[in-house]
Antibody, heavy 127, light 109 residues
């Protein structure tokens, strides 16, 4: 079965760089159509998509955060790493990683969704 | 970038039907996905594509769409359906980005 788990610091200071690791099992990031994404959720607020990396190393970033984000993968270790620079208190949130599946339905329409999520890790930005 | 707008909150009597909507330009091109998030838990995919339920999701959950609007319907709402519901889709930029909705809190009375 597919599982994902986020790890990283629970507290970072303003201006510091956040590094989060997603360790997963039950799938390979070398399989066509598969990706891993990062999504965050400030306390009491909506989900916000951050970044995606696919089996072919294609990378996509939220336009509003692209200058601060880097996503990488280590297929041999079943890990995906997200770095976010210049952290600010508004970046305080629970950060999730999730398994991404891209496919097509019988009519040829693309299907793209996050079907498995990690438990999330709360990151607080404070001096 | 695209935006997906949802009503902040809706309520439904136990056993009745509730429809949650999601509106945005990207929905004219891409299907919406729907995620249920119970308090203190991670999101769970309940509907993807035109109207597909992952294994283990009750058939009281269904999805539909028309134009720039997508809907999640819970037919015969149960107490355990009280949760936040988030829609998402690819955005309309053509750059294969993702966007989430503003979220809807569903209260079962």
């Amino acid at each position: 079965q597919i599982t994902l788990k986020e790890s990283g610091p629970t507290l970072v200071k303003p201006t510091q760089t956040l590094t989060l690791t997603c360790i997963f099992s039950g799938f390979s990031l070398s399989t066509s159509g598969v990706g891993v994404g990062w999504i965050r959720q400030p306390p009491g607020k909506a989900l916000e998509w951050l970044a995606l990396i696919y089996w072919d190393d294609d990378k996509r970033y939220s336009p509003s955060l692209e200058s601060r984000l880097t996503i990488t993968k280590d297929t041999s270790k079943n890990q995906v790493v997200l770095t976010m620079t210049n952290m600010d208190p508004v970046d305080t949130a629970t950060y999730y990683c999730a398994h991404r599946r891209n496919s097509f339905d019988s009519s040829g329409y693309s299907l793209n969704y996050f079907d498995y999520w990690g438990q999330g890790t709360l990151v607080t930005v404070s001096s | 970038s695209s935006e997906l707008t949802q009503d902040p909150a809706v309520s439904v009597a136990l056993g009745q039907t509730v429809r949650i909507t999601c509106q945005g330009d990207s929905l004219r091109t891409y299907y919406a996905n729907w995620y249920q998030q119970r308090p203190g838990q991670s999101p769970v995919l309940v509907i993807y594509g035109k109207n597909n339920r992952p294994s283990g999701i009750p058939d009281r959950f269904s999805g539909s769409s028309s134009g720039n609007r997508a809907s999640l319907t819970i037919t015969g709402a149960q107490a355990e359906d009280e949760a936040d519901y988030h829609c998402s889709s690819r955005d309309s930029s053509g750059n294969y980005l993702e966007v989430f909705g503003t979220g809807t809190k569903v209260t079962v009375l």
